[in-house]
Each structure stands twice: as C-alpha cells, then as structure tokens.
C-alpha cells in the first residue's frame, strides 16, 4: 500500500495528526487489534492547560504550570520543552473542541476544572472520569469518516523499513513498514515517505499495569531495531492508585485504575490503621507527586506486610462519587465494593513510560522522514517523572507541531530520491501447535521478572540477575522469530523482551535515585547523572 503519510497508532497523538495531514495527502492509519485499545482511551483523568484569563482559577500562571512540571521532573526536564508545550496548552484544548471533544463544565463557557498530584492549581480538563475515551471516541470518528484516510485495525507494524536496513549507503530515511494483517496472517509492505509512530508505551512489560493489552513496548522497539536514539527507559512510572480485589484474578485485580483526580478531589491515602502514612514521607500528602507516593505506599507494604493500603473517599458527600467519578463507581460496584461506603483498597501498578524514541521539539526522530509522537517519544517535557495529566497535552501539541514540520521538511510536491527496492516478506514455517506454550511462559516469565527485579525500588543485584535471565529470553524468542510464521503473540513477545531489555540497560547506566528510579544501592542524586541515558542499536 502506497500513502503521503503513515501513521501508526490511533491514539490521540496518531490521530489529532492524521487529521490535519490528510487536508494535504493520503494517510493511512494503522493499529494492531480495535481502535479504542489505545493508552490514550483508557485515561481517565483528563489533559491539564492553563487557559485564557477568565477561565483559568485565581493566580494559575503559565510560570506555575512550568515550575510544576519541573518540579515533577527531579531536574531533567528541558526547561525549553517545557515552556513551549504548556505554552500551547489553550491552542491544544481548542483544538481538540474543534474534533467535538466536551469537557465537563461547572456553567455554560466555564470549565470544570480538576486538580491532581503534584498540581499547584486546578487545571485538569476533563469528561467525567473517562476523558480519553472521550478524545479517542471523537477522533476515530472523525477520521474514520475522512476521504482522505484509510484507517486499518487489527493491522500490526511488524518492522520500519528504512535506506539503511536495505544497504543504502545516503543518509538513512524511512521507507515504511512491514505490517502484519492480523486477519489473514499475511505480511505486506506499507510504503511511506512520511512515518508517524504513536504506538503508546510499555506497561504490559510488567505483571501488573494500569495499560490495556496493547502496551507492549511495540514503537520503541521498532525504532531502536532501525537504528533510533533511545532515552531514559529506565523512568517507568508507577500508578499509586489501582484497585486491589484479592477475590478477583490478580490480573483482573490490579488491573483496573482509581485515577488520580479521586485523590485531587479530596480522596485520602490511609494504612489498615486509618494513618494518612503519606505525611510522612511528603508534607503535601496524598498530593505529592506519583513518585513519591508510589514509593511511600511500596514503604508502607514492606513495613507492615499488609497486601495494600486504602484511598477513602467515605467523607465525601453521598452520592459525589456517582456524579462526578462514575465510571470508577460502578466498575468498583461490579467487584461487590461501594466506595462511599469503604476505603478503596488500592496497590502501585505500572503506568507510564517518560522514556523513548528520541525526538526534538516536533517529534523528529533520528532517521530521516521518521518522527514519533506521545508516549512512545522522548521529548523531554517529562524529564525523571511524569507530571500528571501532562502527556495529553503533549501529544496534541507535538501532533500539531509534526504536522508542520514534516511538510516543511519533506514536502509533498518534491519527489524523494530513490530508494532501493523493498524485497516481499520471507514467510518462516507454521508454528507447531505444541510449541506455542514456551511463547506464552516467556511472556508471562519477563513481566514477573520485571515486576520482581526492576519495579518501584531496585538495587544492583536485582538488575544484574533481571539483565542476564533477558539476554537469554532475547535468544529463545530471536530463534522464534526467524523460524517459525509470524503472529501477533509473537510480535507483541519479541517486542516486549526488547523494551525489557531496555528498561534494565538505562537502569543499569544510572547510578543514583533520580526522580521514578529508586536504587538502594544509591539512594541520593548524583550531579553528574543529571543528564539523559542515551542508547542505540549498532
């Protein structure tokens, strides 16, 4: 399939682009499974924007935004990223009310406005507490009515294709992708000049995530096979705040998110003992950013043993969970648990991947016509630690801005210069049906180990032992992948050990506590570990 531009993903930064580029060429849309599978509509806390004067609360500066987000950041954010991102931030809400995305309002032409951790204001747009599935909703429709896009679901990117894979000797540049139809199993060549990655991010490396099934890593190990910079793999951001059901399969129970928008509104962080234990390890408490409450919560578990810790929210007024947290309500009401009546029990899971493919401002990424946009890039905004609420902001916005850097750069009326021929994909032998249990054990192996060795806190040796038990793994599953016909659980497992692989390389290099990485073995900062970790493929 030949097309102006590929996109590859359809969550809001994949989409809000496709939409603008396709009012200058062909675009076509890609995503392995369903569309709304996406990381993007599963938040359910909202997109934080400083607005216009008048809509805004009381003394909300963009300067306060910034110091928020640096402050989250623990000194390696770049503070230019920064500025012009939550600069943008009233362009990107209009924006996406241009699609027909609503947020909640508290009168007509006022925003409700929410406030979550780490937030020094409220400035947390929302739709109840399903914004994503809002913004997801609104964009796939919109672009699946486009005459210009032709959207594909249940289509898988296998590999980018690129000059310099094919034994070009000019500057490396995207040529597209192999991309797996997952329908009929069969491999074809999706041919673009212009490739945008907005795959998401990592969360199903480890066993317990707040991430749909989707989040397996699969943009960043695409990148990093075609030679891409990737950075700070190591600051993988933990939820505080996920359901723990011990009734239910773990799975299922940790699983499920109570957004942090409960704790903005006024929800509390207490052990069995109704101890609001978080005071101690921060004065803003419950409101502390996520990296210092996950780590307080995994404080308190170790310390007491106890299997979780309580979000109460019993205070608030009857009924205020039904209205402004419904979706939360009546998903803990079908586990048999009535939040205003009891404490939410609640666990740390894997949430967000601040790391990347290495982008500059735009979302270019270091291979010539190929950019990356969202969770999947590294732009520099997040820095050690996510400020909640932010990423968002900052796909809409780097969208906006790849959109124009790429028809500046490679214009559609400029013939690019040619490339080798693309050979047809070499189909490996059926998978014998016995054999398909060691792809699923070592699926199940990494995100244990993972989950094991290379969580909220982490030391030397459990990095040591997690690196080499994956450098194995690699092999088996490299031995799977050139032997056998490829499918999705195959595609999604050789993914996964790649992204592993990378959390442990980025944590290996970082010697001190910085932000989401917490070692042991070095519990300060360290001055000369304030920069990115950079690695790449030879």
Same mark, same amino acid.
């Given at each position: 399939?030949?097309?102006?531009?590929?996109?590859?993903?359809?969550?809001?930064?994949?989409?809000?682009?496709?939409?603008?580029?396709?009012?200058?060429?062909?675009?076509?849309?890609?995503?392995? +499974?369903k569309?709304?599978? !996406?990381?993007t509509?599963?938040?359910?806390?909202?997109?934080?924007?400083?607005?216009?004067?008048?809509?805004?609360?009381?003394?909300?500066?963009?300067?306060?935004?910034? =110091?928020?987000?640096?402050?989250?950041?623990?000194?390696?954010?770049?503070?230019?990223?920064?500025?012009?991102?939550?600069?943008?931030?009233?362009?990107?809400?209009?924006?996406?009310?241009?699609?027909?995305?609503?947020?909640?309002q508290?009168?007509?032409?006022?925003?409700?406005?929410?406030?979550? +951790?780490?937030?020094?204001?409220?400035?947390?747009?929302?739709?109840?507490?399903?914004?994503?599935?809002?913004?997801?909703?609104?964009?796939?429709?919109?672009?699946?009515?486009?005459?210009n896009?032709?959207f594909?679901?249940?289509?898988?990117?296998?590999?980018?294709?690129?000059?310099?894979?094919?034994?070009?000797?000019?500057?490396?540049?995207?040529?597209?992708?192999?991309?797996?139809d997952?329908?009929?199993?069969?491999?074809?060549?999706?041919?673009?000049?212009?490739?945008?990655?907005?795959?998401?991010?990592?969360?199903?490396?480890?066993?317990?995530?707040?991430?749909?099934?989707?989040?397996?890593?699969?943009?960043?190990?695409m990148?990093?096979?075609?030679?891409?910079?990737? !950075?700070?793999?190591?600051?993988?951001?933990?939820?505080?705040?996920?359901?723990?059901?011990?009734?239910a399969?773990?799975?299922?129970?940790?699983?499920f998110?109570? !957004?942090?928008?409960?704790?903005?509104?006024?929800?509390?962080? =207490?052990?069995?003992?109704?101890?609001?234990?978080?005071?101690?390890?921060?004065?803003?408490?419950?409101?502390?950013?996520?990296?210092?409450?996950?780590?307080?919560?995994?404080?308190?578990?170790?310390?007491t043993?106890a299997?979780?810790?309580?979000?109460?929210?019993?205070?608030?007024?009857?009924?205020?969970?039904q209205?402004?947290?419904?979706?939360?309500?009546?998903?803990?009401l079908?586990?048999?648990?009535?939040?205003?009546?009891?404490?939410?029990?609640?666990?740390?899971?894997?949430?967000?991947?601040?790391g990347?493919?290495?982008?500059?401002?735009?979302?270019?990424?270091?291979?010539?016509?190929?950019?990356?946009v969202?969770e999947?890039?590294?732009?520099?905004l997040?820095?050690?630690n996510?400020?909640?609420?932010? !990423?968002?902001?900052?796909?809409?916005?780097?969208?906006?801005?790849?959109?124009?850097?790429?028809?500046?750069?490679?214009?559609?009326?400029?013939?690019?210069?040619?490339?080798?021929?693309?050979?047809?994909?070499?189909?490996?032998?059926?998978?014998?049906?016995?054999e398909?249990?060691?792809?699923?054990?070592?699926?199940?192996?990494?995100?244990?180990?993972?989950?094991?060795?290379?969580?909220?806190?982490?030391?030397?040796?459990?990095?040591?032992?997690?690196?080499?038990?994956?450098?194995?793994?690699?092999?088996?599953?490299?031995?799977?992948?050139?032997?056998?016909?490829?499918?999705?659980?195959?595609?999604?497992?050789?993914?996964l050990?790649?992204?592993?692989?990378?959390?442990?390389?980025?944590?290996?290099?970082?010697?001190?506590?910085? +932000?989401?990485?917490?070692?042991?073995?070095?519990?300060?900062?360290?001055?000369?570990?304030?920069?990115?970790?950079?690695v790449?493929?030879?």
């Open positions: 399939m030949n097309s102006d531009f590929l996109v590859i993903g359809c969550g809001i930064a994949g989409l809000s682009f496709a939409l603008k580029a396709a009012e200058h060429g062909s675009v076509a849309v890609i995503t392995k +499974g569309a709304l599978e !996406s990381n509509a599963w938040a359910q806390g909202g997109i934080s924007a400083v607005l216009p004067e008048g809509q805004r609360e009381d003394g909300d500066t963009l300067e306060k935004h910034v =110091v928020d987000t640096l402050d989250a950041g623990a000194g390696l954010c770049k503070e230019d990223i920064v500025k012009a991102i939550i600069s943008d931030g009233a362009k990107a809400i209009e924006d996406l009310l241009s699609f027909g995305i609503e947020f909640d508290k009168e007509q032409d006022q925003f409700a406005l929410g406030k979550e +951790g780490g937030h020094s204001q409220r400035r947390i747009l929302h739709h109840k507490d399903t914004t994503g599935l809002e913004i997801a909703s609104a964009l796939v429709s919109a672009a699946k009515k486009h005459k896009i032709t594909l679901e249940e289509h898988f990117a296998v590999d980018l294709l690129t000059t310099g894979q094919l034994g070009a000797i000019t500057q490396d540049r995207v040529l597209g992708a192999y991309v797996l997952e329908v009929n199993n069969e491999v074809k060549i999706f041919r673009s000049d212009r490739v945008l990655l907005a795959t998401g991010g990592c969360g199903k490396v480890y066993l317990y995530t707040t991430n749909p099934d989707s989040a397996t890593g699969d943009g960043v190990a990148a990093w096979r075609a030679g891409c910079q990737i !950075s700070n793999m190591e600051f993988v951001q933990f939820h505080p705040t996920c359901f723990y059901n011990p009734a399969s773990e799975e299922k129970a940790r699983s998110l109570v !957004s942090e928008a409960v704790r903005g509104e006024g929800g509390l962080l =207490v052990n069995r003992e109704g101890e609001d234990f978080v005071k101690k390890h921060d004065p803003r408490g419950s409101l502390a950013p996520r990296d210092i409450v996950a780590r307080a919560i995994d404080h308190e578990l170790k310390k043993g299997p979780c810790v309580f979000l109460d929210v019993t205070h608030k007024p009857k009924g205020y969970m209205e402004r947290f419904p979706h939360i309500y009546n998903t803990l079908e586990f048999g648990h009535d939040c205003e009546e009891q404490p939410i029990p609640v666990v740390p899971a894997a949430h967000y991947q601040c990347g493919v290495v982008t500059d401002i735009n979302g270019r990424a270091s291979v010539g016509g190929l950019f990356a969202g999947v890039a590294c732009t520099g997040h820095g050690a996510r400020l909640a609420s932010n !990423s968002l902001l900052e796909a809409n916005v780097i969208a906006n801005n790849a959109y124009h850097e790429m028809l500046s750069r490679f214009p559609l009326d400029k013939d690019p210069e040619s490339a080798p021929d693309i050979p047809a994909w070499e189909y490996g032998d059926l998978t014998p049906p016995d398909a249990v060691l792809i699923y054990h070592s699926w199940d192996e990494i995100r244990r180990l993972m989950w094991d060795y290379v969580s909220i806190v982490r030391t030397d040796n459990r990095l040591m032992r997690a690196g080499h038990r994956l450098r194995n793994l690699r092999n088996e599953v490299r031995q799977f992948y050139w032997g056998y016909r490829v499918d999705s659980d195959l595609l999604e497992l050789r993914n050990v790649t992204v592993a692989s990378l959390v442990v390389d980025c944590a290996v290099l970082r010697k001190e506590s910085r +932000g989401i990485h917490y070692m042991l073995d070095y519990p300060n900062s360290v001055e000369r570990f304030q920069k990115d970790t950079v790449r493929k030879f």
